[in-house]
């Protein structure tokens, strides 16, 4: 009976961690980083396409390249 439930319990476990990292790919890892992916300042989100000074016009955070 023993090994009946390692034949089972393994694959289930298995399974469970495939998905897990497997929805860690999909769901964006933070929201700084969306907003950096999208070019917006990573403090207030102003849009900074087109920005070549290298402070966000909004708030004055330096913009990382």
Request: glycine share 10%; charged share 15%; with cysteine.
């Amino acid at each position: 009976m023993d090994l009946i439930w390692w034949l089972f319990l393994v694959p289930v476990v298995v399974g469970v961690i495939v998905v897990i990292v497997q929805f860690h790919r999909v769901v964006p890892v933070s929201e700084q980083q969306r907003l950096k992916d999208a070019g917006c300042c990573h403090q207030c989100g102003y849009d900074l396409q087109g920005n070549e000074s290298g402070v966000c016009p909004e708030c004055g955070a330096v913009i990382r390249r």
